[in-house]
């Protein structure tokens, strides 16, 4: 029996033990603090995915030796955290693949998942696992397509059978920079979009917002060499129309709520609000056209109020498509 470690005791990483338990894998959950891994083993439900039961074959932790020698671990905690995670936990983690589960891209150096577990744990083959989805409807067994990124080919084959299930179908790539930026991207796209929904500019103003949003996102990704196809698939267009589109998602709703001068739950995860600042910085740096996120990146920080975004985004020199 496959042994699955999950680094994060999220509603995401608990879908995926759920999903993955289900088809015969085993699965086990490190929670960071021993309270709520407590919590959840006494319900045998976690509290931010309700309504789900755990299987027999999931088991909860915060004994970081728990997951050390599994098969392979997926990494769902917060991308902000992920550096620090590995730093700490690195060392003692025996695996030889870990796949990121995390969209975005770290505030502090602007690297994306993939590079900071190559650098933080050497001989470990990362991957990535990205694309549309949410955590109800993976663990509710409802159909769902995601992206496995590899850049060994081989490795990417043997996890792609790993983690697959009936439900849960990945597609392979090699083109790790491709996924991760994707998967980063379309978190600013769907704040901008929240935005516009949330101050009342029309469906017509957020399928605009969706597709110049999906122009920027291509060109930052292929200015670091990823594939246009990988943007045009899963784990960039597909999630990118996911997100911008839907209450459940969680930097829609933040950028909704930016829109209406509404209050947001501050312990709800946002990625999009510090990819954008990263992205923002690293754009401006290379002389990458990038309106629509360092708009988003200036609305969350306070330097410069929705109304003068708009208009300035509406005022951009007239230019073919």
């Avoid at 392979?172 to 994707?182: F, M, N, P, Q």
């Avoid at 969706?210 to 670091?224: D, H, K, L, V």
Wanted: glycine share 10%; charged share 20%.
């Amino acid at each position: 029996m496959t042994r699955i470690g999950i680094a994060g005791a999220g509603a995401f990483g608990t879908a995926l033990g759920v999903v993955l338990a289900q088809s015969g894998r085993k699965a086990t959950i490190w929670a960071h603090e021993a309270a709520f891994a407590d919590e959840i083993r006494s319900r045998n439900e976690n509290p931010r995915l309700p309504g789900v039961q755990l299987p027999e074959n999931v088991s909860v932790s915060a004994r970081i030796a728990d997951i050390a020698e599994c098969d392979l671990i997926l990494l769902t905690t917060p991308m902000q955290v992920l550096s620090s995670v590995l730093d700490t936990y690195g060392p003692v983690l025996k695996t030889r693949h870990m796949v990121a589960c995390c969209k975005g891209v770290d505030l502090a150096t602007g690297r994306g998942p993939s590079a900071i577990i190559a650098e933080t744990c050497p001989g470990v083959v990362p991957a990535v696992l990205t694309g549309p989805s949410f955590a109800a409807d993976i663990a509710r067994g409802l159909p769902t397509a995601l992206t496995l990124a590899c850049a060994d080919p081989e490795a990417g084959v043997a996890l792609q059978e790993r983690l697959s299930t009936p439900t849960l179908r990945l597609y392979r790539s090699t083109d790790t920079v491709g996924a991760e930026l994707g998967g980063a991207l379309k978190n600013v796209m769907a704040i901008a979009a929240g935005i516009v929904i949330g101050t009342g500019l029309g469906e017509s103003a957020r399928a605009a917002l969706i597709t110049r949003g999906f122009a920027e996102m291509q060109r930052f990704a292929q200015s670091y060499g990823a594939e246009p196809e990988t943007l045009a698939g899963l784990s960039g267009f597909g999630d990118l129309v996911l997100t911008c589109t839907s209450q459940q998602s969680r930097n829609f709703g933040y950028g909704v709520a930016l829109g209406q001068n509404a209050w947001f739950d501050p312990d709800v995860t946002v990625e999009g609000a510090a990819t954008a600042r990263a992205v923002a910085a690293i754009a401006k740096a290379r002389g990458i056209d990038m309106p629509v996120t360092q708009s988003v990146a200036q609305v969350i920080d306070g330097r410069r109020s929705i109304e003068e975004a708009v208009k300035i985004l509406l005022s951009r020199p007239l230019k073919e498509e």
